[in-house]
């Protein structure tokens, strides 16, 4: 069965430093990769995802992450943060023994401050 | 083009009661997948609907069931209430069974005293 480890559950920032949010994933077959952000009171908003291709994946709002197969890791990155990045995000995995079905992290709580 | 629609927002029940929250997708999309948010276990799947027929099941208790209509649109039903079921349900919809862009909505907030 799968799992998804987010190892941070806290990442406090300064605006405009970068920033790292872990994600790893334990999985049989192969996976899709997402993550979600979520801001307070709000559903999940969809920042970018691996399907396949390049490890590389630019998402919305200046996000990236690495797919790290032989790490099986996906950490999503941000050169520079802003006040308004302070949310809740999610790392995702779906997979087919799981009818694609998203098992998600527990989450990580980014707080960017002046 | 409107998002997912969740209604209602809030919800207050007793327990032992029944609880039925709906769930309007994306106009054009087929799939509708509900999950539970709690602070203890976090999100999880509770199952997906497409073409009016469950295609997958998370690991929750037969008193969680859905259903959904020829337009889409889906209902969940939670009978016989605990305070355990207190949280935040989502709903997301997406093109297709399955479907790797699911887009989520507001959710609905279900406090049960």
């Known amino acids: 069965a799968q799992s998804v480890t987010q190892l941070d559950s806290q990442v406090p920032v300064f605006e405009e430093a970068p920033v790292e949010l872990r994600c790893n994933y334990s999985?049989?077959?192969?996976?899709?990769l997402f993550w979600y952000v979520q801001y307070p009171n709000q559903g999940l908003q969809l920042l970018l995802k691996?399907?396949?291709?390049?490890?590389l994946v630019k998402g919305i709002n200046g996000f990236e992450a690495e797919f790290n197969k032989s790490q099986t890791s996906f950490h999503l990155r941000k050169p520079s943060v802003h006040i308004s990045d302070t949310a809740e995000y999610f790392c995702?995995?779906?997979?087919?023994?799981?009818?694609?079905?998203?098992?998600f992290g527990k989450g990580t709580s980014l707080l960017v401050t002046p | 083009k409107a998002g997912v629609t969740q209604t209602p927002r809030y919800l207050i029940k007793t327990r032992g009661q029944q609880v039925t929250l709906s769930c309007s997708p994306i106009?054009?999309?087929?799939?509708v997948s509900w999950y539970q948010q709690t602070p203890g276990q976090g999100l999880q799947f509770l199952f997906e609907?497409?073409?009016?027929?469950?295609?997958n099941k998370g690991n929750f208790p037969g008193r969680f069931s859905g259903r959904q209509f020829s337009n889409s649109r889906s209902e969940m039903n939670v009978s016989t209430l605990e305070l355990g079921d207190s949280a935040l349900y989502l709903c997301?919809?997406?093109?297709?069974?399955?479907?790797?862009?699911?887009?989520f909505g507001p959710g609905t907030r279900l406090t049960v005293t």
């Open positions: 691996y399907l396949s291709g390049s490890t």
């Open positions: 609907y497409f073409s009016e027929t469950q295609r």
């Open positions: 106009s054009g999309h087929r799939s």
């Open positions: 995702a995995v779906s997979e087919t023994n799981s009818g694609y079905a998203l098992n």
């Open positions: 997301a919809s997406s093109l297709s069974a399955g479907g790797h862009e699911q887009y």
């Open positions: 999985s049989s077959v192969s996976v899709y």
